[in-house]
């Protein structure tokens, strides 16, 4: 059985006020303004219209905690990633201006450990979590804003065809169900005694250890699936035109919020053509390293 996010209809919520056709239209003006400016300038009042959005959606800590810490952990990674070996922002810049270089007392045949701290490093790594941080707070938001009964009729409303609709339903519903199925046959596999608590060995050796795991997972995937197929065949769907229940009509706020939208997408790629909002540094951070 597929099951969906945990959606429920939450009181004063900024998002589902909307028609979800127009809140997706939104979001993906919003993530293609975001994509078009490096300029923490630019991307400040994005990261700010994200955070205004998280708190006025009414969704509780407590039920996407798991997922936020996993986006921003994911974020901050791969921007101290970027910030330690300075790759990603050569591209944005040529020249760095030093703050401080740490340099270890060993080498490693001859090569000696160093750590270069800039001007440059330090407000890409910021202007990359603000840049991929906005974007992550929409996207997270969205399973549980979304009504899972209207997955279908949304896509086709957004002008997908009857079979594209219905398959971006399906997959919008197979990742919750997949890591339902996985507790569950991690809770089975413990109940039998399989400790997965004391993995060892190499990757492929826990890779292998796994199997019990990921085996059943896999086989019940597979045969869910197929049971959906034969449904659907029977049902004789893809013959003709499919009907839906639901009915979903835009009003005025929805105009404007997808007006808004086109606007802001139209603005920062105009922006991003005539030479506005790429890579700055602060002059502030300059001072500091005696540029």
Known sequence: MLIPWRYRKRENSFIQSFDPRAWLIFYICFLFSALAFWDMRFLLPFFAAALFVLFTSGVKWHEIRRAFLFIVGFVFFFAMLTFLTGRGGVEHYTEEHLIHR?????????????????????????????????????????????????????????????????????????????????????????????????????????????????????IHAIIGSEDIIDAMDLRAFGVGPRTWIDVLERKQRDRILIGFGVALLVLSLALGIFGYGGFWVPETFLRLAGG
């Open 102 to 218: 740490f340099q270890a007392s060993f080498s490693i045949l001859g090569w000696v450990p160093t750590l270069d701290i800039t001007v440059e490093r330090v407000v890409y790594a910021l202007s990359q979590f603000l840049r991929v941080g906005s974007m992550a707070i929409m996207t997270i938001l969205i399973p549980y804003s979304l009504n899972p009964a209207l997955y279908g009729i949304t896509f086709k409303g957004l002008g997908l065809n009857d079979k594209f609709a219905y398959a971006m339903d399906l997959t919008m519903r197979f990742i919750p169900t997949f890591a339902r199925d996985f507790q569950l046959t991690v809770d089975a596999q413990r109940a039998r005694g399989y400790e997965l608590e004391k993995f060892s060995g190499g990757l492929i050796e826990q890779v292998r250890k796994m199997g019990p795991i990921f085996v059943p997972v896999v």
